[in-house]
């Protein structure tokens, strides 16, 4: 049986770099004030303060330099791994099928407000149910598609406002 490792990607402008659980359990991080962290880890030693936080973007300063990251868990990698533009995520304004298939089930309403990670719509392809999830909070403002409804790749699912 193999043990499935989670892995985050946190983005600096272009440069992009990985850690997995295993590596954030292993760095040393104690919160030394609120907002004020100090890291070691590999021999090395910061202090990081954190300066605004809104949702997986984040803006640090470490050693006199700010920094605007982005942090991507699993599901938003996912999400660009099928196109979705990531990077902005909180300006995502529709949802298209990212394969074709089947819907069986639409989980929001129009005019409901819904938070990232919040299932939208189980489409079914290749016999497998896939699960379309909020990529950012935002307040659905049409929905294009009914239930039973078969679909193909890129058709418009859901409109935000």
Known sequence: MSIEK?????????????YSEEDLKNANVVETE???????????????????????NIRVEADGERYDIIIKNEFQQMLEALGFNNTQVAQVKEIKAPMPGLVLQISVTEAATVSPGDKLIILEAMKMENSILAPAEAKVKKIHV???????KGQLLIEFE
């Open 6 to 18: 989670k892995l985050w990607k946190i983005q600096n402008g272009d440069f992009v770099f990985s």
């Open 34 to 56: 609120p907002g004020l962290y100090h890291v070691l880890k590999d021999n090395s030693s910061k202090s990081i303060r954190i300066i605004s936080a809104s949702g997986s």
């Open 146 to 152: 009914t239930t039973g409804m078969s679909v193909e």
